[in-house]
């Protein structure tokens, strides 16, 4: 049928300025896509501080809050940085965190010590117990971006320089079998 080649003509043309109309788009920034949302006003965004020292590691720097005597905290999880970064509380202290990644790159909330580690992709939020050290202060971090800086910790008493990456005091586990007599009996 004739009549179908003549309607490719229009077809090409459309589809070139398709294309064209595209090409621009992409010139232009994406930033739409990553406006701040109203939901969240009066936080402190934007403008880094540096980085803080947290168990002898680099952490990408968000800010310490005082969380003592408090029972829940919101966390937010950004591109390479936890906000805030360190959180100061009380020793035995237990805390639930409720988390929110408003980055675009998927992060995890881990720490090592206390079988935590929620897995969080972009726009995902989820919850996680934590529970401050007796003294110094425990590390939080994300799998992906650790070597980034993407870390914070747990402190008590302010005392960041003193934590341990999860080395000691894991060993009171053994210690109450001694009471149990282990003899076949009489
Ligand atoms: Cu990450």
């Given at each position: 049928m004739p009549k179908a080649r003549g309607a490719l003509a229009p077809v090409i043309v459309t589809l070139s300025l398709i294309l064209l109309a595209s090409a621009c788009a992409e010139e232009?920034?994406?930033a739409t896509a990553g406006a701040e949302e109203p939901?969240?006003?009066g936080q402190d965004q934007g403008e880094e501080e540096g980085t803080v020292t947290i168990a002898g590691q680099e952490a990408t720097n968000r800010g310490s809050q005082?969380?003592?005597?408090?029972s829940e905290l919101e966390l937010e999880v950004g591109d390479f940085y936890f906000a805030p970064t360190v959180l100061e509380g009380e020793d035995g202290q237990t805390l639930s965190v409720s988390l929110s990644n408003d980055g675009a790159a998927p992060h995890t909330f881990t720490i090592d010590d206390q079988d935590v580690d929620v897995q969080l992709g972009a726009g995902e939020s989820g919850r996680a117990e934590v529970t401050f050290p007796d003294s110094g202060a425990l590390v939080f971090y994300c799998r992906f971006h650790i070597s980034g800086g993407m870390l914070g910790g747990l402190s008590v008493e302010g005392d960041l320089a003193a934590a341990s990456g999860g080395s000691g005091g894991g060993g009171s586990g053994g210690g109450d079998s001694e009471d149990q007599p282990s003899g076949p009996g009489y």
């Open positions: 232009r920034p994406a939901g969240s006003a005082d969380v003592a005597g408090a």
